[in-house]
């Protein structure tokens, strides 16, 4: 493991990138970072603009107009970045994966990281992505 | 061999390494407290480091259509500004009859140049959140410097010096009625100096999402955090030793204690302002600054001129 990727996992701020989602998976991202569950604890903090993260959240189906949006927000990001798609619609295309506005899923056009599967996903199950996230980047 | 004890100075002790590592030990203790208000565990001690090496290993994406030289050479002039604040602020209290440390005058505009850096890079940036936090950013500092140089004056009138070493020599503001309001309108300016919660009007986290800094990622952000970190140290120290004696280094542990105390006792005050104040609008924070503030500096200085 590089110097390098040992200080990233330590040190992760997160930006959320939402493509026309429910909100559900939205309200439960902001749930994770109440005070009950503390993500600072770990050096994990939500940031508002996309030249200060290294990790994008993506939630939501992204369709035809919203993965415009979301491939220029993956491209603006400063290198290394890393992507968590964030409940069934990022992972699968849930539902919508037949509609017609949709290339699902979101994976095809933007290298995810990890999956987080979920209608919505619990703060918990993000929690615990986010550590496989940091394992699988130290290699174990 | 001057020049090398100089730089040995500006560079390591007690200029930037030393300032720095307080200061990020100093953010620390700022996000731990404020993780108890909100009832969290809080963050680990080298939190802060970790997030400026962090910024180190990122790209530093430069916008499209931006004034590149600008952009990147911005955060420099402010991070150089704080580093020779320091050193003036530290050697005052360390070898106070050195020949000439700069004095007053050139603290006080060393301290203007770290907002003026951020205006600079935020105007470079052609993002128009950033103009607009930079803009905010120039009404502030129209709005908090008349107060500070008030407050300021009231060290100078009562010892007739500007030397930083006379005026923590003499320590004639210290605990003098006007010199206890002169500290209150520091401890208000230092809030806005330091873009802490009631005066961030121009990071504006929550409308701007990250105003004046939206465009810099990478070792530039570093920078700027790295500025930010150090000022913690500079500020309340220079209001320590124009209005609180500084700290003593000739009276034993004693002296030092004492002044550790006032430098924590400062940065807590800050901490919980920030934490139990919402931020105000720019109008409002103006018109504060040039209202209520400068009337009471205004009055701390007419009670220095009449004696007390």
Known sequence: ?140 | MDYLILIFQLIIFPGFLFTAVIGLVISWVDRKVTAKVQMRVGPPLLQPFYDILKYMIKETCVPEGASKIFFLSAPLFGFAAVNVAALIVWQSIIHPQAAFMGDLVVVLYLLTVPALSLVLGSFASKNPLASIGGSREIKLIMAYELPFLLAVLVPVIKTHSIRLADILGAQAAVLAPSGILALVVAIVVMQAKLALVPFDCSEAETELTGGALIEYSGPALGMYKLTRVMLWVVMPLFVMVVLLGGINLNNGWQGILAGIGKYVGLVVVAVLIRNTAPRVRIDQAVRFFWGKVTFVAVAAAILALMGY
């Not at chain 1, 110097?3 to 992760?12: E, G, Q, V």
């Not at chain 1, 209608?119 to 992505?129: F, L, R, W």
């Open chain 1, 1 to 140: 493991m590089s110097f390098a990727t040992s200080i990233l996992t330590k040190s992760l701020n997160v930006f959320h990138c939402a493509g026309s989602p429910c909100n559900n998976c939205d309200i439960e991202l902001l749930d994770t970072l109440t005070p009950r569950y503390d993500l600072e604890r770990f050096g994990i903090t939500l940031v508002g603009s996309i030249r200060h993260a290294d990790v994008i959240m993506l939630s939501g189906v992204f369709n035809t107009k919203a993965l415009i949006r979301a491939k220029r927000v993956y491209e603006q990001a400063p290198k290394p970045i890393l992507v968590i798609a964030l409940g069934n619609c990022a992972c699968t295309g849930n539902i919508f994966i037949e509609s017609y506005n949709l290339d699902a899923p979101v994976g095809k056009h933007i290298p995810v990281d990890i999956l987080v599967p979920g209608c919505p996903p619990k703060p918990e199950a993000m929690i615990a992505a986010v550590a496989k996230l940091i394992a699988k980047l130290k290699g174990k």
